[in-house]
């Protein structure tokens, strides 16, 4: 089955700094890569999504990149803000499956 | 706006006892998902459904079962609950099957189990 890795546990930044977590997966057949961001007392909301068909796709301040052969994708967060901070999951999923969700990351945004 | 509710926040129960998690979405959504989140693991799926009265185990469903008697509504039972079953519980809705639907979470149950 899946399996998906998500790289660094903990980050902390300077506000106005750039922020980028890594995830890796190990299913060929997964072409389906959402990013959830989860604030404290609440659950995970979509931030963003990528099919495996596009290489690259950006909105606002986030965006971001998948690299089929290597099997990874990132999460990219230009111009950081305090309210940015949040658990970041990347997630994996093959077609008309679940999602398998790597063990998050927790951005710090620094004043 | 989709909307999906968590009967508790805060759950504390006594190991061995029967507990009762209920979900809630308002969406008519046909999947619902209940997962649990552990720190360093992430969420892990237990069960999911794609229909009323219709259950798939995930990752991680011993020691746990389902309900999904009305589309809106999906319960996860714990039958005997133990201590390494203490976690934030999460429960989530999607629309439809297929590549990329976007699921929609409730804000989570914390269980304690003493």
């Known amino acids: 089955g899946e399996n998906v890795e998500q790289h660094p546990s903990t980050l902390s930044v300077q506000e106005g700094d750039s922020a980028v977590i890594k995830c890796t997966y190990s299913?060929?057949?997964?072409?389906?890569f959402p990013w959830y961001k989860q604030e404290l007392g609440k659950g995970p909301q979509l931030i963003i999504d990528?099919?495996?068909?596009?290489g690259e796709k950006k909105d606002q301040r986030i965006a971001v990149t998948l690299n089929k052969t290597a099997k990874h994708f990132s999460l990219h967060i230009t111009e950081t803000q305090p309210e940015d901070s949040a658990v970041y999951f990347c997630?994996?999923?093959?077609?008309?499956?679940?999602?398998?969700f790597g063990p998050g990351t927790r951005l710090s945004v620094l004043p | 706006d989709v909307k999906v509710t968590q009967s508790s926040r805060y759950l504390v129960k006594r190991t061995g006892e029967k507990v009762f998690l209920e979900c809630v979405q308002d969406?008519?959504?046909?999947?619902m998902f209940w997962y649990r989140q552990d720190p360093g693991l992430g969420l892990r799926l237990i069960y999911f459904?794609?229909?009323?009265?219709?259950?798939e185990k995930g990752d991680i469903p011993e020691g746990y079962s389902v309900s999904r008697e009305k589309k809106e509504r999906f319960s996860l039972i714990l039958e005997s609950a133990s201590t390494n079953q203490t976690s934030m519980y999460l429960c989530?809705?999607?629309?439809?099957?297929?590549?990329?639907?976007?699921?929609?979470f409730g804000p989570g149950t914390r269980l304690t189990v003493t």
């Open positions: 990528i099919r495996s068909n596009v």
């Open positions: 997630a994996a999923s093959p077609y008309g499956q679940n999602f398998v």
């Open positions: 969406m008519d959504h046909e999947n």
């Open positions: 459904s794609y229909d009323v009265k219709m259950k």
């Open positions: 299913d060929s057949a997964s072409n389906y």
């Open positions: 989530a809705s999607s629309p439809q099957t297929g590549l990329g639907p976007e699921q929609y």
